[in-house]
């Protein structure tokens, strides 16, 4: 809980105030000046993690925050604007109509969500790709 009537720069309440074509310009912006071409030919996949082979130069994990019960949120009730922009080709037949807030519909249980296999999944996806670069650094 914040007591104090602070100015702010980041988090939620600056985020909502700022209107929206403000933050797309700035992150269009700042997208734009990552592209380059370094001659060789990338791709990134948008697939459950355990469907990957272990062939790639360098793995991202961005794991689900988890609450004093074990559980995470569930990404396609909280942020499925953003699971939607990830498959956008089948955004439109996954929401969830019969709820207001538009959800997306999960092709399955996920385990990230799984009380009972959360810790399982974290096994199995650091035994997956063990023998990839770890220190948050590309190797040289």
């Known amino acids: 809980m914040r ?11 600056t985020t909502w105030d700022k209107p929206f074509p403000q933050h797309f310009e ?7 000046g990552a592209v380059f071409d370094n001659g060789m030919s990338c791709r990134a996949e ?12 360098l793995v991202y994990i961005d794991p689900p ?3 004093a019960n074990g559980l995470g ?6 942020y499925h604007f ?7 080709e089948h955004w439109e ?9 538009l959800p997306l519909r999960a092709d399955a249980k996920c385990v990230w969500l799984d009380k009972k ?15 990839k670069h770890s220190s948050g650094q590309l190797p040289q």
């Open 3 to 13: 007591t104090s009537d602070v100015e702010r720069n980041f988090g939620n309440k």
């Open 26 to 32: 700035q992150f269009l912006s700042e997208a734009a």
């Open 46 to 57: 948008n697939r459950d993690v355990f469907d990957l082979d272990t062939d790639y130069d």
């Open 65 to 67: 925050y988890m609450n």
């Open 73 to 78: 949120p569930d990404y396609f009730d909280f």
């Open 82 to 88: 953003l699971e939607g922009l990830a498959d956008y």
């Open 93 to 101: 037949s996954r929401i969830d109509r019969r709820r207001k807030h």
């Open 117 to 131: 296999r959360v810790c399982q999944a974290f096994d199995d996806l650091f035994a997956k790709f063990r023998k």
